[in-house]
């Protein structure tokens, strides 16, 4: 299988690329190797022929231009999507973030932009064939974690373990599409084994 993938030097995309990659042919687009992802067409030219496209680098309204790219080429084709989104859509949807950062702020409306222009392309076509698959993770041990969700001690994941959701979703059979798959880590204290 051909997979690209979007910011794969960092985080939760260079652990995406090291564990897909050990199966499959993995192209990673990021600004280190001259991918920008505020320059889609470049991305899209490169990816467009290959069989799954994980939407994961951030930047602004970007993955919802590449997403929508992407679906208009791929809806009648039996390919994959995966967005990367965030919880941080629920949170601010249920007014849960605490103290709110402006970049916070700007970084949830972007990811809810998401998930709405995804929306409104799945529901409107019931006889796609592209399979979409947005995952939602709650805080990441990774550099975009806010600095006041470290300090207040919120529970993150390893980009490690999102990998190995995205690779769980990936291998479920073409004709099972996993819409909307949240995970994030339960407050719940030492757990006892």
């Known amino acids: ?56 680098a951030f930047s602004s309204i970007s993955q919802s231009i590449l997403f929508d790219m992407f679906f208009r080429e791929w809806e009648g084709s039996h390919k994959t999507i995966i967005n990367i989104v965030s919880k941080t859509m629920y949170l601010t949807k249920m007014r849960l973030l605490s103290v709110p950062s402006p970049g916070s702020l700007l970084y949830a409306g972007d990811k809810k932009h998401l998930e709405h222009v995804v929306d409104t392309h799945v529901f409107s076509n019931q006889f796609k064939k592209c399979r979409v698959i947005n995952i939602n993770p709650g805080y990441v041990d990774t550099e975009m974690m806010p600095k006041s969700a470290k300090k207040v001690g919120y529970e993150s994941l390893s980009p490690e ?24 880590k339960t407050s719940v204290g030492e757990i006892e084994r």
């Open 1 to 56: 299988m051909k997979i690209s993938i979007t910011g794969h030097t960092k985080g939760i995309g260079k652990a995406c690329f090291d564990i897909l990659s050990e199966k499959h042919e993995v192209f990673g687009f990021s600004r280190s190797n001259g991918y920008d992802i505020n320059q889609p067409e470049k991305i899209f030219l490169e990816s467009k022929d290959n069989n799954v496209f994980i939407n994961n």
């Open 161 to 184: 373990k999102i990998s190995e959701v995205v690779k769980w979703a990936l291998d479920q059979p073409q004709d099972i599409e996993i819409y909307d798959l949240s995970i994030w």
